[in-house]
């Protein structure tokens, strides 16, 4: 998948940030799980990474398309696809205001990144998965 390691820039509440979405379907040892990477740009010495376990995505990534998982965004039925921009910037203001700061250092790991979706507003998001 070409330029599937490269990170995009978003900027959030006039701050930039570096991010991507990754899966990968091919990696048993670890499946199922897709994350996010944040940096700040200004701080890339912070690497956020929020896994989901749950979250299966229903597309390619190498393209925008309008696919994605149905689910429920306060109580509307929605198409999530994580790779677009509206759902990291999302993302990105929840993590930095109740996990973090742009101004810590190191590699953070949230494991639960249906449990932030939850709290964002997002529900049945997993029932296509099963």
């Known amino acids: ?11 959030v509440n006039g701050r930039a940030y570096l991010w991507n979405y990754y899966y990968d379907d091919m990696d048993f040892t670890n499946y199922p799980y897709s994350y996010y990477l944040f940096v700040p740009e200004e701080n890339r010495r912070l690497k956020v990474r929020i896994y989901f376990a749950k979250y299966l995505p229903q597309m390619k990534l190498d393209v925008y398309t309008s696919e994605g998982t149905i689910c429920q965004y306060k109580g509307k039925q929605v ?9 990291a910037r999302q993302m990105i203001e929840y993590v930095f205001a109740h996990c973090c700061h742009d101004t810590d250092v190191g590699e953070l790991e949230i494991k639960n990144g249906e449990a932030i979706l939850e709290n964002l507003g997002y529900s049945d998001f997993y029932e296509t998965f099963w």
Do not use: A, Q, S
């Open 1 to 11: 998948m070409k330029n599937r390691g490269k990170l995009r820039r978003i900027v």
């Open 79 to 87: 198409e999530m696809n994580l790779c677009r921009p509206l759902f």
